[in-house]
């Protein structure tokens, strides 16, 4: 690069600098929808639910169905990537700071978080066996037995 052109320098170096842009830019909404599915039970006549309420079930601030069977959520391991994106999407936080308001809310007596499955086969077990069942699973997960529900909202 030092004997080419100063012309030629700043082509290579704006296309470089795009591409970087680029790959950082961060994940469109609807591509980090895209990495999850949220299901739940059949039985269960809810075919949508937006960010906010979805957020609201899984930090257990609703604990009802609006047909008043018991909501009862699932979740992915702490480490797992899918429920990190989860997070970051429905919570507007990261997987840690979502760990870190479970312990605090243990420490005060304030609730203790979904039970844990050890991957998608669990989670899609859980909610199959449970009709107030809900949960989340990657995007190549086998979701027969359960209903995936669209996400809406910012």
């Known amino acids: 690069m030092p004997g080419w052109p100063r012309t030629v320098r700043r082509v290579w170096l704006a296309t470089l600098l795009a591409a970087a842009a680029i790959l950082l830019e961060p994940r469109a909404a609807g591509q980090e929808a895209a990495a999850f599915k949220v299901l739940v ?3 269960n006549p809810v075919e949508q639910l937006s960010r906010e309420h979805l957020s ?3 930090l257990k601030q609703i604990d009802r ?3 008043g069977l018991r909501v009862a959520p699932v979740n992915q391991p702490v480490d797992s990537r899918v429920r990190d994106v989860f997070s970051r999407y429905v ?3 990261s997987g840690s700071r979502i760990n870190a308001f479970w312990q605090q809310q243990i420490y005060s007596g304030g609730g203790v978080p979904p039970p844990e499955r050890t991957g998608d086969p669990e989670v899609l077990e859980f909610v ?3 009709r107030g069942g809900i949960g989340y699973v990657s995007p190549a997960a086998d979701t027969r037995g359960t209903k995936v529900v669209s996400i809406s909202g910012n």
């Open 56 to 58: 609201k079930i899984f």
């Open 65 to 67: 169905w609006e047909a």
């Open 128 to 130: 199959r066996s449970h």
């Open 41 to 43: 039970n059949l039985s």
């Open 91 to 93: 919570h507007h936080r």
